[in-house]
Every structure is written in structure tokens, then in C-alpha cells.
């Protein structure tokens, strides 16, 4: 029989009118511009970034976005597999490449550089639908879940770190051990296919291979020729018992895409506090130049801060 995670009724914003989420936000940085641009189609989520000619983001369906995302355990026993109860920004799996997001995007605005929005977040799985062997654990094709965010291009000096502050909010009516949150992902072309490892001890670059997996330092994704790089770094890392996680890479070859992801989890057999979590993450993009003197920076930065 299989077991699924009740939910209570939410009212649908499908009552009122929602918003559209077609924007784009720009911010200068060195001979170019770094555009950010997001879509109704995929519920406000950031569907491009682009700078000096270079499209950062391979938006495809509703799931290779830079976005965020959330997954949960249901309380259930045996494995944990993401994508059974996996509320996600932009959309489900079902919508595909199509012009319609399951998800609701409830709140949104844009100005000049930066720009915010509210989520309600569809399942990637509808009810009934399997992820490899692993069946669909929602009953529904929408979720409770809500995710906002607050993106800035430019951090203080820093002209190509986009600040990317979201919250994740779930409902009291659901009970979890264990809670996995994607802050943010970044599904990047194919031709970023050179993953390493940044440092911030020392600032020291080092070669990672394929993965597919986390590790506990910061991961930047480059081209062969290092003139278009993107890399992360939060300073909310690491979760507490996940000292040796926390960035991932991954290289799907068939679908001819890569990935970076900065992720965070919670375990707690008396229940997981849904209500909310808030998490701050830079994406850095330029040169590897640009992007290694960024990310020292923004760790200088952020180390002034605590003292």
C-alpha cells in the first residue's frame, strides 16, 4: 500500500489572479552586463543569466533553472529518495517543456537589479508517478510548501556575486525526520564541464571529478578556457552533523548538462520545524579571476562581520 503524506486544503491562488513573473534585472559589471532573467512559465524562477555574450543557465523543462528547491522523508522508513516528496520551485517534472508551471507563483516584483517573489511550490512528481523505483509519496500535485526569494546583482563591491536569499516555509500538518534543502541549484550548459574545488583557507583551486556528489568545499564550474566560470559559497554552511557535505556537482551526460547545488539538511526523530528556514547564497560569475577574487572577498567580508 503505498504510503503517502496528507495534506491539509490550502486555498488556491487559482481563486485569485496571480501574477506574472516575466522580468529582467541587469547590473554592470566590468566591459558587460550580467542579466538576469525570469519567467511566468516557470513561476517566476530564474530561467537565464547571461554576461559578455555567455548563457550561464540550460533552462530546458522545469527543473534546469537556477532555483530552489526542498525534499522530504515523510517519516517513512527505509530509504530516502529526493524526488518522492520533493517540493520545487519552478515546477514538476510532468510540465516538461511547456509553457505552464504547476507550481503558483503568489507575490513578485522587480526593479533595476534586483527582484523577489513568492512561491507555492509544485511536487516534482505527481501522485503516482515513480523516480526511478521510488513511487510519488505526495497525494497531491501541489504542495504547502513555500519558498521566497530576494535576488541582487551585486553584493556591496562585488559587481558579479548575485545575492540569493531564500526562505523555505511548510505547514505544521506535516511530520518529517529528515529535511534536505536544495537553496539553490544552478543547471548550467554542458561546455561548463571543468568542476573544482575552492579553498577558502588559502584561496587554493584543486581538480574535482564527476561525482556525482557533495563535499564540504565550496564548488566553481568553468569552461576550458576559464573566461566564463560560475562558482558558490553561503556563508551559512556547513548543517550542523554535515560538516563533510554541503556542495555538489554532477555531470548528466545524456541530457548534456551539469550542475552545481549548495544544499543543507535538518534530522530530527520528534519532528523536523518546518515553519521557517531562511538561507543566504552567492553565485559568482566572470573569469576565474574574477570569480576565485570574489568569493576571498566575500569571506573576508563576511568574516569582519562576525568579529
Excluded at 45 to 72: K, M, P
Excluded at 197 to 214: C, Q, R, V, Y
Aim: charged share 25%.
Amino acid at each position: 500500500m503505498l504510503r503517502v503524506c496528507l495534506l491539509l486544503a490550502l486555498p488556491s491562488a487559482a481563486l485569485a489572479e496571480l501574477p506574472k513573473g516575466d522580468a529582467v534585472i541587469r547590473g554592470k559589471f566590468g566591459d558587460s552586463e550580467i542579466v538576469v532573467t525570469t519567467t511566468t512559465r516557470l513561476a517566476g524562477a530564474i530561467h537565464s543569466v547571461t554576461w559578455n555574450g555567455q548563457e550561464y543557465i540550460d533552462s530546458a523543462d522545469h527543473g534546469r533553472q537556477l532555483q530552489s528547491a526542498c525534499a522530504f522523508d515523510c517519516a517513512k522508513p527505509g530509504p530516502f529518495w529526493a524526488e518522492a516528496f520533493n517540493p520545487t520551485e519552478a515546477g514538476s517534472r510532468r510540465d516538461g517543456a511547456g509553457a505552464k508551471s504547476t507550481s503558483e507563483l503568489l507575490e513578485f516584483k522587480a526593479e533595476k537589479n534586483a527582484l523577489s517573489s513568492r512561491t507555492r511550490m509544485a511536487f516534482w512528481l505527481a501522485p503516482g508517478e515513480k523516480s526511478d523505483k521510488f513511487p510519488a509519496l505526495n497525494d497531491k500535485p501541489l504542495s504547502e510548501h513555500t519558498v521566497e526569494k530576494r535576488v541582487v546583482i551585486g553584493s556591496g563591491k562585488f559587481a558579479n556575486a548575485i545575492e540569493y536569499t531564500v526562505t523555505f516555509r511548510g505547514p505544521a500538518s506535516e511530520k518529517h525526520a529528515y529535511a534536505q534543502y536544495e537553496a539553490l541549484t544552478g543547471y548550467m550548459p554542458k561546455e561548463f564541464g571543468v568542476f573544482r574545488t575552492w579553498n577558502p583557507k588559502g584561496g587554493k583551486l584543486a581538480e574535482l571529478s564527476d561525482g556525482p556528489g557533495e563535499q564540504s568545499l565550496p564548488v566553481i564550474l568553468s569552461k576550458p578556457d576559464g573566461k566564463h566560470v560560475m562558482g558558490v559559497w553561503s556563508p551559512d554552511q556547513p548543517s550542523e552533523g554535515y560538516e563533510r557535505a554541503g556542495y555538489g556537482r554532477f555531470r548528466f551526460r545524456a541530457e548534456k548538462v551539469v550542475k552545481w547545488n549548495c544544499v543543507f539538511r535538518f534530522k530530527d526523530a520528534d519532528g523536523v520545524k518546518l515553519a521557517e528556514r531562511t538561507f543566504r547564497v552567492f553565485a559568482v560569475l566572470g573569469t576565474l579571476d574574477d570569480v576565485t577574487a570574489t568569493l576571498a572577498g566575500l569571506v573576508k567580508a563576511h568574516d569582519a562581520e562576525r568579529r
